[in-house]
């Protein structure tokens, strides 16, 4: 029986472990190796961690993690939760069953990304979701905004800080005047004819044969539950406008007793830095309930 199981090896789920074992808990990470970031060669914004590779990051952290005795670290996917709080089963795909008194939820989202020929090979890459973590290192240049929905709107206002931009609708939205000329106040060109493809590093060919050359290109992209576990298990699930996640309490737990969440998969916005601090809080959170338990 292990006081916490940790399904997620990421960022925030590493973040928690790493307060349990200091607590000298009995921790179990269960980790399918996925982190979100994995499309991308440097992790930026980061404290104490700017431009490492952000593989570099997770595995000198997975090194630390594995010094504390107390801590074991299972390479496979969780398949179900079984239980109640102090007696919970998780069931791998791999046919393993563990026990454990309290879950942690760090399983990260995925993004649904716009279905532009061209656009998710070079997602991480020459396509970005936040202009804190990326848009330093293009240098000032041309930037074009993907429009996905409303959300695409704050991107464009705020991207001019880090370069020209263009805010392509691509018949996502449909700008209302006051709109149009909060953008074009702020210097961002709009363009309205649908996209055809990207193109070279991050060229956006236009369907009416245009190509437009930028140094990056952003998109607001709509999140979910990188899995059916949460829900699965009962979990409520809350929308946000970046998209669904795990509804939890200011202690980091959900509607289940006993299961908490952290990280992508139960805040916004998203970044590593936010995730780290996240996990870190919902381990402390989870040792208060192990020594006070209610």
Not at 10 to 32: F, H, K, N, P
Not at 36 to 52: C, E
Not at 235 to 252: F, L
Request: charged share 20%; net charge neutral; hydrophobic share 40%.
């Amino acid at each position: 029986m292990q006081d916490v199981i940790v399904i997620g090896g990421s960022y925030a789920g590493m973040a928690a472990a790493l307060q349990l074992a200091r607590a000298r808990r009995t921790v179990l990470v269960i980790d399918a190796g996925q982190r979100r970031n994995r499309f991308a060669s440097h992790s930026h914004g980061f404290l104490g961690q700017d431009g490492v590779d952000p593989a570099e990051i997770h595995a000198r952290a997975k090194r630390q993690l594995l010094a504390y005795p107390t801590l074991r670290w299972v390479e496979s996917t969780a398949a179900a939760i079984t239980g109640e709080k102090d007696d919970f089963r998780i069931a791998t795909e791999g046919g393993d069953t563990f026990a454990g008194r309290r879950i942690l939820l760090a399983t990260g989202v995925i993004d649904r990304l716009p279905g532009i020929p061209g656009l998710a090979e070079r997602w991480g890459r020459a396509v970005f979701h936040c202009p804190y973590c990326h848009g330093y290192e293009l240098d000032r240049g041309r930037i074009g905004v993907i429009a996905t929905g409303p959300m695409s709107i704050h991107q464009a206002q705020l991207l001019p800080e880090w370069g020209e931009v263009t805010f392509l609708t691509n018949g996502a939205l449909t700008l209302e005047p006051a709109q149009r000329d909060d953008l074009r106040k702020r210097g961002v060109a709009i363009v309205e004819t649908p996209l055809a493809r990207i193109v070279d590093t991050a060229d956006v060919e236009l369907r009416d044969g245009r190509v437009l050359p930028f140094a990056g290109l952003f998109t607001a992209t709509r999140t979910e539950p990188a899995g059916p576990l949460a829900e699965a298990a009962g979990c409520a699930m809350i929308e946000t406008p970046m998209g669904r996640q795990i509804q939890t309490a200011d202690s980091k737990e959900t509607s289940i007793p006993g299961i908490f969440a952290c990280g992508d998969v139960a805040r916004t916005p998203h970044s590593v830095s936010l995730a780290v601090g996240d996990g870190a809080w919902a381990g402390a959170q989870l040792h208060r309930s192990l020594v006070c338990p209610e």
